[in-house]
Each structure stands twice: as C-alpha cells, then as structure tokens.
C-alpha cells in the first residue's frame, strides 16, 4: 500500500507558475514508476507527466511539453511537477500515481492521491 499526499495548488494568474508536490508513504517510494494526472469538470482524467524509479526516463503530454517539468526526489519520498507558463486551458483538478509496473503513455496507476486543485486566471 502507498498513500499519497498532494500539495502545492491554488490561484495563478495566466503566464504564472506553480510547483506541485507530492509525498509518498507506505511502501519503497523508489519501486514505483510515479505520474501526474489531471481532470477538468467535464473532462476525462489524461495523464500529464511520469517518471520512471530511477528518474531516468520522463513522459509529458504534448499539451504540457516545454512548459511543465517532472521530478522526484527518493531520499525524500516525494515527486514534483514545476508548471510554468501556466494556460486557463490548465486548470484543473491535479492527481499523484504511482504504478510498479508501467511508465510513460503506459501507466495505469495502482495508487492516486486525493487531488489538488490548479486554478489559472485569464
């Protein structure tokens, strides 16, 4: 079992940045292949960035590419998400996963976080 705990959410107006973190306890952090996901009200849940256990292979959506940067931190049990040049288009509700098996476009998470929610100001 892995219980995840998001922070790191709030208000940001449009071109602005945000960190999301996310601490992990439980069992060995660094088993896990570890991702960020978001949903919007009315949209379908879609994978924004992963990182493998090593931290040395990441994913990231195209919507995202350039702009939001993953990270993980094994000694600290804790993976990051950096937005920046954040879009209204962003906005949403931001979920932490973690899956042993699968990285990248791949990932079915076994476990998620509560959420945090990102709110981006035109």
């Known amino acids: 079992q892995v219980q995840l705990v998001e922070s790191g959410g709030g208000l940001v107006q449009a071109g602005g940045s945000l960190r999301l973190s996310c601490a992990a306890s439980?069992?060995?952090?660094?088993?896990?292949?570890m991702g960020w996901f978001r949903q919007a009200p009315g949209k379908d849940r879609e994978c924004v960035a992963t990182?493998?256990?090593?931290?040395?292979?990441?994913y990231y959506a195209d919507s995202v590419k350039g702009r939001f940067t993953i990270s993980r931190d094994n000694a600290k049990n804790t993976v990051y998400l950096q937005m920046n040049s954040l879009k209204p288009e962003d906005a949403a509700v931001y979920y932490c996963?973690?899956?042993?098996?699968?990285?990248?476009?791949?990932?079915?998470?076994?476990?998620w976080g509560q959420g945090t929610q990102v709110t981006v100001s035109s």
């Open positions: 990182i493998s256990w090593s931290g040395r292979f990441t």
């Open positions: 439980g069992r060995a952090f660094s088993n896990y292949h």
């Open positions: 996963a973690a899956d042993s098996t699968s990285d990248g476009a791949r990932m079915r998470p076994h476990y």
